[in-house]
């Protein structure tokens, strides 16, 4: 449901701040990637920087002046209740594993979500000053141009995304065995190990389809919402419309759906060399 009419914010005003936020924390996160900063591990794989932590800062600060009844939801432990009933859903540095790397490819993810629908959504990658964008209902955009799903109607002829979850070495759930399924079905599979800048390349008809396993809201709020509004689809792993809060992902141009849901559906998911 909308907001009511005398607490309604244009969708339009919130994508103008998110973008301005986005790029904010993408310049910190640029400055800072040739810096010596710290890495501190969350699980035996699972990584945070000091700079993910400061690039939230900045941004809950940036949120808060300007919208300080909002509620924000984002990945360094954060959740704040607002009495608007927004909340904004972030990601600060989606992509850690490579940053921590100095691999040059991730991304800022925020998105602005009414009783548990994105009413907006940008991804920003700042290396390579592209900024994806949507409003709901309005299309999506990257920098400025607008951007459509492929055209691709064959998984033979398909160009996949995927990722692995954390928990990778104490879990079956490993995606393994689907990567295995897929990689002898189609043209490629790639990881590019930020599942936001993922769901945007499905939107740009860069790749045709995309699934990961174990995501979070601040992983796809913002990058679901723009690829749906740039004529994707998005799902569970049994077809059922993906909520905010959905972590087997399913996304694509839509024509290549139906026959990814058949190979996931019969395959296990586990890798075959695994307990
Ligand atoms: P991150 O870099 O923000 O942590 C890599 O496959 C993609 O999935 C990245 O977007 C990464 O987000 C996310 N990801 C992988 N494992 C995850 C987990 N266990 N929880 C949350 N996000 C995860
Ligand atoms: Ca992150």
Redesign the pocket.
């Known amino acids: 449901m909308p907001p009511p009419d005398n607490q309604q914010i244009l969708k339009t005003d919130l994508l103008e701040d998110a973008v301005r936020i986005a790029r904010a924390a993408g310049t910190l996160l640029k400055e800072r990637l040739q810096t010596d900063f710290s890495v501190h591990y969350k699980g035996e794989v699972?990584i945070v920087t000091e700079v993910d932590r400061a690039a939230q800062d900045l941004i809950q600060d940036q949120i808060l002046q300007k919208y300080p009844d909002h509620g924000i939801l984002g990945?360094e432990d954060l959740d704040l209740h607002g009495a608007s009933g927004y909340v904004w859903i972030i990601?600060p540095?989606?992509?850690?594993?490579n940053y921590a790397h100095r691999f040059p490819v991730f991304s800022v993810s925020i998105a602005v979500a009414f009783e548990g629908e994105a009413l907006c959504g940008v991804v920003y990658n700042p290396m390579s000053e592209e900024i994806f964008q949507s409003v709901l209902g309005e299309g999506a955009s990257l920098n400025a141009c607008p951007i459509r799903v492929s055209g691709t109607d064959r998984l033979d002829r398909s160009l996949l995304g995927t990722?692995?979850?954390?928990?990778i070495r104490a879990t079956t759930d490993t995606n393994l065995g689907y990567f295995g399924e897929f990689a002898v079905r189609t043209q490629g599979i790639r990881r590019c190990?930020?599942?936001?800048l993922d769901l945007c390349f499905v939107a740009a008809g860069r790749l045709d389809g995309f699934w990961?396993l174990?995501?979070?809201p601040w992983?796809i709020a913002a990058g679901a919402l723009i690829l749906r509004e740039a004529g994707g689809k998005t799902t569970d792993f049994t077809g059922r419309p993906l909520g905010l809060d959905g972590s087997r992902v399913l996304a694509t141009n839509g024509r290549i759906h139906d026959e990814m849901l058949q190979v996931i559906r019969g395959s296990s998911g586990e890798g075959q060399d695994r307990d």
């Open positions: 699972d990945e990601d540095l989606d992509g850690t594993t990722g692995f979850p954390y928990n190990g930020s599942a936001a990961e174990n995501l979070k992983d």
